[in-house]
């Protein structure tokens, strides 16, 4: 696990059992969905019924988020960097934390706005986001890599609008150290994924960004006739997966199975939480990696 994730994830270990943080609870929540839906390309993603699995499996239902849709960026990140560099943007210029794009786009604001410059460390999808999401401000964003990433991966972040995505010769957490002393030394705003002490609003407000996905699933859950509590929602725990099924589980007051990505045998309760450790690479990344990027 990367060593900045341990921060989030130890804050989410630490709520109550069976509910969600407060920071992604509806009210925390609602001015991301707010934003979204004020956006000229928003659409809700397709939640597809897999019937098949589901009778395979022996359950009433399996569904299915398909994020190819979003933004066209083929991932849901996008999500997340456009509401945290709007919010970013905002903050800087001492606008409402209510700002629309619309707004952030008008010819009054777009000097101020155009001299920000955002700066993010990505293994893939994060990075697009944030690139197309500064394209839509007329921002700049420089986007690193660590060690190993394909350049077809960079040339995807390129294409969405970074000025600058470059493969660093650093694993993930230096790549990340390198990205905040760029961003201390120029004056850029940091835009990371992860959080470590003194570093966690940004991050918040990408994550309060990804719940948009977890909204619109449980709305189609209800329109597909899902009216009950589900036996339980259960989400891919290493990254947001485990974020989404939590809240999802929160509107439908539905156990929540959500076993931590170290161990698939030993429950959550029993298995205390890995302890950072700081190596080099051995090798090189291979070409793919979770994110399913290019």
């Known amino acids: 696990m990367k060593e900045y994730q341990l921060h989030g994830l130890r804050a989410l270990a630490q709520s109550p059992k069976g509910t969600v943080p407060a920071f992604l609870q509806a009210p925390a929540t609602q001015g991301a969905w707010r934003f979204h839906h ?3 390309d928003y659409g809700p993603t397709p939640l597809v019924r897999l019937n098949g699995l589901a009778e395979e499996l022996g359950l009433g239902g399996v569904f299915v988020k398909d994020e190819s849709h979003r933004f066209g960026l083929n991932a849901f990140k996008g999500l997340g960097g456009i509401y945290a560099l709007s919010r970013a943007v905002a903050r800087e210029l001492g606008l409402p934390a209510e700002v629309t794009l619309e707004e952030l786009q008008a010819p009054s604001v777009q000097k101020e706005v155009r001299n920000m410059v955002f700066v993010t460390t990505t293994d893939g999808n994060h990075g697009r986001g944030v690139a197309w999401a500064a394209r839509k401000l007329g921002c700049e964003a420089h986007v690193y890599l660590p060690a ?3 350049p077809a991966r960079a040339q995807a972040i390129l294409d969405a609008g970074a000025v600058e995505a470059r493969v660093l010769p650093l694993g993930y957490d230096d790549a990340v150290r390198y ?3 760029q961003a201390q030394e120029k004056g850029w705003t940091l835009i990371q994924d992860t959080s ?4 966690e609003e940004i991050p918040t407000w990408i994550v309060q960004g990804y719940t948009t996905l977890a909204r619109e699933a449980a709305d189609q859950l209800a ?3 899902l009216t009950g509590p ?4 259960a989400g891919r725990c290493q990254g947001h997966g485990r974020r989404r099924a939590g809240i999802l589980a929160d509107r439908y ?3 929540r ?6 161990s698939r045998r030993t429950s959550q309760a029993s298995m205390p939480l890995p302890k950072p450790v700081t190596v080099s690479p051995i090798r090189p990344r291979a070409r793919g990696d979770h994110h399913g990027g290019p």
């Open 196 to 199: 470590w002490p003194g570093y």
């Open 253 to 255: 007051g539905a156990r």
């Open 38 to 40: 004020a956006l000229e």
């Open 148 to 150: 190993g990433s394909a």
């Open 179 to 181: 990205a905040a002393q």
């Open 223 to 225: 329109e597909a006739g």
């Open 257 to 262: 199975r959500s076993l931590p990505w170290w």
């Open 230 to 233: 589900p036996t339980s929602f």
